[in-house]
């Protein structure tokens, strides 16, 4: 019960950047939650994309060790958190395991665009986005309250 697990479609881009830009900003030490991450609809093993290793560098997170994982239910039922990037996620969340709905959350009230593909400056702009609302999200369970969605 005490991880907090970034969620994404294919573990390889916003997940990894918003485990490792929580950690890079403390995290992990402030909240005394581990941060991991794993994606919807992955393989386990891949990769963080390169581009997305490189925007999360530039923001001070290293990915280079980064290895995609499905999330599993084990996996889903032993977290403190789920954080979701976008509201599909968090739909499928609640549909694949109804009994953590009060544990599930997006990491902002808006979607964060899917970089996959794209060139290094769509990757920058989402790093940009998540590296916000990691510290957002950072300091909410940092505070008095020290909870999600409070």
Do not use: W
Request: glycine share 10%; proline share 5%.
């Amino acid at each position: 019960m005490n991880e907090i697990i970034f969620i994404c479609t294919g573990n390889t881009c916003r997940s990894p950047m918003a485990e490792g830009l929580f950690r890079s900003h403390g995290g992990e030490e402030k909240t005394g939650l581990t941060a991991v991450s794993a994606g919807l609809f992955t393989q386990d093993g891949l990769p963080a994309s390169q581009n997305a290793q490189t925007a999360a560098k530039e923001l001070g997170a290293d990915l280079s060790r980064h290895r995609s994982r499905l999330l599993t239910p084990e996996m889903a039922r032993g977290a403190k958190y789920l954080v979701c990037m976008t509201g599909a996620h968090y739909d499928t969340l609640c549909e694949r395991f109804p009994d953590c709905r009060d544990k599930i959350f997006t990491l902002l009230p808006t979607d964060i665009s899917d970089p996959f593909g794209g060139d290094l400056e769509t990757y920058r702009r989402a790093a940009a986005e998540i590296d916000r609302a990691a510290k957002s999200v950072i300091t909410q369970l940092g505070g008095p309250d020290g909870e999600l969605g409070k």
